[in-house]
């Protein structure tokens, strides 16, 4: 099992920048891949981004490439997403999830947290 727990989620004006963090216990965060998904109010969740075991791989939705950055810190078991220029179609809860490979669907990660609120005001 492993436990993630996200934080960093807040109120941010549109063009402003928000990090979020999934802290991770249990078994060896550093066996996994890490993925970001979020989901806005009435829409399906979706993939943000992924990275890989090692960090050295990465993988971004075509919305937010040059814009988001994935990254992890295997020793502090954590993986982190940086945001910037963020636009109120991006208000959402976002997800951080453990699997085994940098995917896009949602169903092939193991684990996930509860979740994290990213609210942008224009």
């Known amino acids: 099992q492993v436990q993630l727990v996200e934080s960093g989620g807040g109120l941010v004006l549109a063009g402003g920048s928000l990090r979020l963090s999934c802290a991770a216990s249990g078994r060896a965060f550093g066996n996994y891949a890490m993925g970001w998904f979020r989901q806005a109010p009435g829409k399906e969740r979706e993939f943000v981004a992924a990275?890989?075991?090692?960090?050295?791989?990465?993988r971004y939705a075509e919305s937010v490439k040059g814009r988001f950055t994935i990254s992890r810190d295997n020793a502090k078991n954590t993986v982190y997403l940086r945001m910037d220029s963020l636009n109120p179609e991006e208000t959402a809860i976002y997800y951080c999830?453990?699997?085994?490979?940098?995917?896009?669907?949602?169903?092939?990660?193991?684990?996930w947290g509860q979740g994290t609120q990213v609210t942008v005001s224009s």
């Open positions: 990275i890989s075991t090692s960090g050295g791989s990465t």
């Open positions: 999830a453990a699997g085994y490979g940098l995917y896009s669907r949602g169903s092939e990660y193991l684990y």
